[in-house]
């Protein structure tokens, strides 16, 4: 099943990858099970921002507790990728799995080419499987599954 991300959400994440290029942003995505509707922008305080990102513990779970408090949940986590592809490095995949935060999707923004940016979803699994998930924009797919 696609990953429904409203178009204000989509183009807010592109823009905040854009913004802090050459370091990684991250985020995360608001919404319920039909999808994400809000993107709220996280600081990467990690030290090496342009080849990680690490978000405010304390933000997070401040985000996750208001969202809560208005029936919705984090549906995706995100952050961009300024030199490679949007896929999951091993350091995502790990973090992932040794967070236990494998409910949420994983949403890349990879600024390879900074005119183009590309938008991948994924799932990472307990066993740090990783599956792209296709995207669409209300109703309408966004990004190609192939590579």
């Not at 990953?3 to 204000?8: A, D, E, F, N």
């Not at 029936?71 to 961009?80: E, L, N, P, T």
């Amino acid at each position: 099943m696609p990953l429904l991300i409203t178009k204000r959400a989509l183009a807010n994440i592109i823009s905040h990858a854009l913004e802090s290029d050459p370091d990684e942003c991250c985020g995360v995505l608001l919404g319920d099970e039909s999808g994400a509707e809000e993107a709220r922008r996280l600081k990467n305080v990690h030290p090496q921002p342009a080849r990680r990102y690490e978000m405010p513990p304390m933000d997070l779970m401040r985000v996750e507790s208001e969202a809560e408090a208005k029936g919705r949940k984090i549906v995706a986590i995100y952050h961009s990728h300024t030199h490679t592809q949007a896929y999951p490095s091993q350091t995502d995949v790990n973090n992932a799995v040794q967070s236990w935060w494998t409910e949420p999707y994983y949403v890349l923004i990879s600024l390879v080419e900074k005119t183009r940016p590309i938008v991948r979803a994924y799932r990472i699994s307990e066993d740090a499987t990783v599956t792209e998930i296709p995207i669409t924009t209300e109703g309408e797919a966004y990004v190609e599954t192939t590579r």
